[in-house]
Protein backbone atom coordinates (compact mmCIF):
# COMPACT_ATOMS: atom_id res chain seq x y z
CA UNK A 1 0.00 0.00 0.00
CA UNK A 2 1.33 3.48 -0.86
CA UNK A 3 2.25 5.73 2.01
CA UNK A 4 0.14 8.72 1.99
CA UNK A 5 2.07 12.00 1.87
CA UNK A 6 1.03 14.85 3.94
CA UNK A 7 -0.17 17.77 2.02
CA UNK A 8 1.34 21.08 2.37
CA UNK A 9 -0.68 24.43 3.49
CA UNK A 10 -0.48 27.53 1.50
CA UNK A 11 -3.16 30.83 1.78
CA UNK A 12 -5.60 30.82 -1.08
CA UNK A 13 -3.93 33.28 -3.88
CA UNK A 14 -5.90 36.16 -3.70
CA UNK A 15 -5.85 36.30 -0.07
CA UNK A 16 -2.39 36.20 0.59
CA UNK A 17 -1.71 38.62 -2.45
CA UNK A 18 -4.07 41.36 -0.26
CA UNK A 19 -1.84 40.56 2.88
CA UNK A 20 1.13 41.17 1.06
CA UNK A 21 -0.34 44.52 -0.14
CA UNK A 22 -1.12 45.41 3.34
CA UNK A 23 2.68 44.21 4.61
CA UNK A 24 4.01 46.88 2.25
CA UNK A 25 1.33 49.50 3.89
CA UNK A 26 2.63 48.34 7.28
CA UNK A 27 6.58 48.25 6.16
CA UNK A 28 6.87 51.88 4.75
CA UNK A 29 5.56 53.12 7.90
CA UNK A 30 7.02 51.04 10.42
CA UNK A 31 8.89 52.42 13.54
CA UNK A 32 8.92 56.25 11.81
CA UNK A 33 6.45 58.34 12.37
CA UNK A 34 5.16 58.18 8.27
CA UNK A 35 1.35 58.79 7.76
CA UNK A 36 -0.54 56.28 5.84
CA UNK A 37 -3.62 57.98 3.37
CA UNK A 38 -6.16 55.39 3.18
CA UNK A 39 -10.16 55.86 1.82
CA UNK A 40 -12.96 55.14 3.98
CA UNK A 41 -16.71 53.36 3.91
CA UNK A 42 -17.91 56.80 2.87
CA UNK A 43 -15.08 57.31 0.23
CA UNK A 44 -13.54 59.97 2.23
CA UNK A 45 -9.44 59.79 2.14
CA UNK A 46 -7.84 60.10 5.93
CA UNK A 47 -4.28 60.25 7.18
CA UNK A 48 -3.55 57.78 10.04
CA UNK A 49 -0.41 56.45 11.45
CA UNK A 50 -2.20 53.90 12.51
CA UNK A 51 -2.47 50.58 11.04
CA UNK A 52 -5.12 49.32 13.63
CA UNK A 53 -7.77 52.84 12.40
CA UNK A 54 -6.95 50.86 8.45
CA UNK A 55 -8.22 47.55 9.67
CA UNK A 56 -11.24 48.74 11.19
CA UNK A 57 -12.14 51.68 8.88
CA UNK A 58 -10.62 51.07 5.40
CA UNK A 59 -12.74 50.29 2.90
CA UNK A 60 -10.24 49.90 -0.39
CA UNK A 61 -11.62 49.51 -3.93
CA UNK A 62 -9.08 46.17 -4.41
CA UNK A 63 -10.86 42.99 -3.86
CA UNK A 64 -7.70 41.22 -2.61
CA UNK A 65 -6.61 43.72 0.01
CA UNK A 66 -10.18 44.04 1.15
CA UNK A 67 -10.31 40.04 1.74
CA UNK A 68 -6.84 40.88 4.09
CA UNK A 69 -8.90 43.00 5.68
CA UNK A 70 -11.79 40.78 6.25
CA UNK A 71 -9.57 38.22 7.80
CA UNK A 72 -7.64 40.46 10.01
CA UNK A 73 -11.00 41.95 11.26
CA UNK A 74 -12.44 38.09 12.60
CA UNK A 75 -10.22 38.25 15.87
CA UNK A 76 -9.71 41.19 17.82
CA UNK A 77 -6.69 43.14 17.32
CA UNK A 78 -3.97 44.50 19.79
CA UNK A 79 -4.02 48.05 21.17
CA UNK A 80 -0.64 48.93 19.65
CA UNK A 81 1.57 46.72 17.50
CA UNK A 82 -1.16 46.24 14.29
CA UNK A 83 1.86 46.52 12.28
CA UNK A 84 4.07 44.47 14.15
CA UNK A 85 1.24 42.02 13.52
CA UNK A 86 1.04 42.31 9.68
CA UNK A 87 4.07 41.88 9.18
CA UNK A 88 5.00 39.08 11.63
CA UNK A 89 1.97 37.04 10.14
CA UNK A 90 3.08 37.51 6.13
CA UNK A 91 6.62 36.77 7.34
CA UNK A 92 5.50 33.74 8.78
CA UNK A 93 3.12 32.54 5.62
CA UNK A 94 5.52 33.20 3.36
CA UNK A 95 7.88 30.98 4.83
CA UNK A 96 5.67 28.53 5.72
CA UNK A 97 4.92 28.44 1.78
CA UNK A 98 8.52 28.29 0.99
CA UNK A 99 9.60 25.34 3.24
CA UNK A 100 6.65 23.41 2.38
CA UNK A 101 4.84 22.83 6.12
CA UNK A 102 2.08 20.57 6.57
CA UNK A 103 -0.50 20.76 8.95
CA UNK A 104 1.87 19.36 11.36
CA UNK A 105 4.05 22.23 10.87
CA UNK A 106 1.17 24.39 11.33
CA UNK A 107 -0.37 23.11 14.81
CA UNK A 108 3.34 23.79 15.85
CA UNK A 109 3.88 27.00 14.44
CA UNK A 110 0.81 27.84 16.60
CA UNK A 111 2.31 26.54 19.66
CA UNK A 112 5.37 28.47 19.52
CA UNK A 113 3.06 31.44 19.24
CA UNK A 114 1.26 30.63 22.40
CA UNK A 115 4.60 29.44 24.28
CA UNK A 116 6.43 32.87 22.94
CA UNK A 117 3.29 34.73 24.31
CA UNK A 118 4.11 32.99 27.59
CA UNK A 119 7.79 33.60 27.77
CA UNK A 120 7.94 37.44 27.59
CA UNK A 121 7.31 37.71 31.40
CA UNK A 122 10.67 36.25 31.72
CA UNK A 123 12.10 38.54 29.52
CA UNK A 124 10.55 41.40 30.79
CA UNK A 125 11.90 40.52 34.54
CA UNK A 126 15.53 41.02 33.88
CA UNK A 127 14.83 44.44 32.54
CA UNK A 128 12.83 45.56 35.73
CA UNK A 129 9.43 44.31 34.52
CA UNK A 130 9.86 46.11 31.10
CA UNK A 131 9.89 45.35 27.69
CA UNK A 132 12.62 47.01 25.56
CA UNK A 133 12.00 48.86 22.31
CA UNK A 134 13.17 48.72 18.84
CA UNK A 135 11.91 45.17 18.01
CA UNK A 136 13.96 43.67 20.91
CA UNK A 137 11.93 41.47 22.45
CA UNK A 138 10.83 39.63 19.17
CA UNK A 139 14.69 39.20 18.55
CA UNK A 140 14.59 37.57 21.84
CA UNK A 141 12.49 35.04 21.52
CA UNK A 142 14.42 33.08 18.86
CA UNK A 143 16.37 31.14 20.65
CA UNK A 144 13.84 29.88 23.28
CA UNK A 145 11.46 29.44 20.82
CA UNK A 146 14.19 27.37 18.62
CA UNK A 147 14.87 25.38 21.83
CA UNK A 148 10.84 24.64 22.21
CA UNK A 149 11.07 23.42 18.69
CA UNK A 150 13.28 21.24 19.43
CA UNK A 151 11.82 19.82 21.94
CA UNK A 152 8.30 19.09 19.91
CA UNK A 153 10.82 18.05 16.90
CA UNK A 154 10.08 19.85 14.29
CA UNK A 155 12.86 22.51 12.80
CA UNK A 156 10.49 23.59 10.28
CA UNK A 157 8.06 25.50 12.31
CA UNK A 158 12.04 27.03 14.08
CA UNK A 159 12.93 28.29 10.98
CA UNK A 160 9.36 29.78 10.03
CA UNK A 161 9.16 31.42 13.47
CA UNK A 162 12.95 33.00 13.10
CA UNK A 163 12.98 34.04 9.87
CA UNK A 164 9.34 36.14 10.81
CA UNK A 165 11.11 37.67 14.09
CA UNK A 166 14.26 38.70 11.89
CA UNK A 167 12.15 40.16 9.25
CA UNK A 168 10.72 42.45 11.84
CA UNK A 169 14.07 44.01 12.69
CA UNK A 170 15.04 43.85 9.11
CA UNK A 171 12.11 45.84 8.37
CA UNK A 172 12.32 47.93 11.15
CA UNK A 173 15.86 49.47 10.32
CA UNK A 174 15.62 49.47 6.39
CA UNK A 175 11.89 52.01 7.36
CA UNK A 176 14.16 54.60 9.62
CA UNK A 177 16.97 54.30 6.10
CA UNK A 178 19.42 51.77 7.47
CA UNK A 179 20.90 48.82 6.11
CA UNK A 180 18.86 46.12 7.57
CA UNK A 181 21.29 43.06 7.51
CA UNK A 182 24.49 45.39 8.60
CA UNK A 183 22.58 46.30 11.78
CA UNK A 184 21.05 42.69 12.36
CA UNK A 185 24.74 40.98 12.17
CA UNK A 186 26.27 44.05 14.01
CA UNK A 187 22.99 43.48 16.70
CA UNK A 188 24.01 39.78 16.56
CA UNK A 189 27.31 40.23 17.36
CA UNK A 190 26.75 42.40 20.23
CA UNK A 191 23.94 40.40 21.96
CA UNK A 192 24.18 37.70 24.74
CA UNK A 193 24.02 34.12 24.64
CA UNK A 194 23.12 30.77 26.69
CA UNK A 195 26.56 29.99 27.30
CA UNK A 196 27.98 33.19 28.61
CA UNK A 197 26.68 36.40 29.94
CA UNK A 198 28.48 40.02 29.25
CA UNK A 199 28.83 40.71 32.59
CA UNK A 200 31.44 38.11 32.64
CA UNK A 201 33.55 39.96 30.69
CA UNK A 202 33.32 43.43 32.48
CA UNK A 203 30.66 45.07 31.13
CA UNK A 204 28.24 47.09 33.58
CA UNK A 205 24.00 46.32 33.95
CA UNK A 206 24.65 42.83 31.98
CA UNK A 207 23.14 40.08 32.97
CA UNK A 208 24.17 38.38 36.12
CA UNK A 209 25.67 35.10 35.29
CA UNK A 210 23.42 33.30 37.85
CA UNK A 211 20.26 34.25 35.62
CA UNK A 212 18.61 31.07 33.53
CA UNK A 213 17.56 33.90 31.51
CA UNK A 214 21.43 34.79 29.52
CA UNK A 215 19.98 35.65 26.25
CA UNK A 216 18.27 38.75 26.48
CA UNK A 217 18.72 41.58 23.78
CA UNK A 218 19.50 44.81 25.08
CA UNK A 219 21.89 46.17 22.05
CA UNK A 220 19.08 47.52 19.69
CA UNK A 221 18.61 50.08 16.85
CA UNK A 222 17.92 53.56 17.91
CA UNK A 223 16.12 54.77 14.49
CA UNK A 224 16.13 58.77 15.87
CA UNK A 225 20.14 59.07 15.33
CA UNK A 226 20.41 55.82 13.05
CA UNK A 227 23.13 53.94 15.70
CA UNK A 228 23.56 50.88 17.93
CA UNK A 229 23.07 51.45 21.31
CA UNK A 230 21.95 50.02 25.16
CA UNK A 231 17.92 50.29 24.68
CA UNK A 232 17.95 50.27 28.20
CA UNK A 233 19.07 53.86 28.23
CA UNK A 234 16.07 55.23 25.75
CA UNK A 235 12.89 56.01 27.09
CA UNK A 236 10.65 53.56 24.52
CA UNK A 237 9.80 50.26 26.08
CA UNK A 238 7.14 47.96 24.69
CA UNK A 239 4.41 46.59 26.84
CA UNK A 240 4.12 43.19 27.97
CA UNK A 241 0.39 43.34 26.99
CA UNK A 242 0.62 44.44 23.45
CA UNK A 243 3.59 41.89 22.43
CA UNK A 244 1.83 39.16 23.68
CA UNK A 245 -1.73 40.51 22.28
CA UNK A 246 0.20 40.64 18.62
CA UNK A 247 1.59 37.11 19.04
CA UNK A 248 -2.04 36.07 19.99
CA UNK A 249 -3.68 37.87 17.03
CA UNK A 250 -0.76 36.65 14.89
CA UNK A 251 -2.03 33.09 15.33
CA UNK A 252 -5.82 33.35 15.36
CA UNK A 253 -4.98 34.88 11.93
CA UNK A 254 -2.95 32.21 10.61
CA UNK A 255 -5.92 29.89 12.00
CA UNK A 256 -8.41 31.76 9.57
CA UNK A 257 -6.23 32.08 6.81
CA UNK A 258 -4.98 28.29 6.73
CA UNK A 259 -8.56 27.09 7.82
CA UNK A 260 -9.65 28.65 4.30
CA UNK A 261 -7.03 27.31 2.40
CA UNK A 262 -8.22 24.01 3.95
CA UNK A 263 -11.81 24.70 2.87
CA UNK A 264 -11.10 25.18 -0.99
Given at each position: MLKRMPRTIAAEQSLKSGLFKLRDIAACAYGNGK????????????????????????SPEDVEA??????????????????????????????????????????????LLEYAAE?????????????????????????????????????????????????????????????????????????????????????ERSISVDSPYTDIWTMGFDPIDGTIKDCRDMAYRDKEEDVRNVLLAVKNALQVIWNIAASL
Open positions: WIQYRDAAGTCKLTMSMGEIVKNASKALAVLSTGTLPENGVKSMVILLVSLLEKAENLGCTEADVNAVYAYLPAIAKENGGELLGSVLPYMTLIKPLNKRARELGNERAAATMEYALTTLLLTFTEANGANGYGVYERMKALAPNQFFSLNQVGI
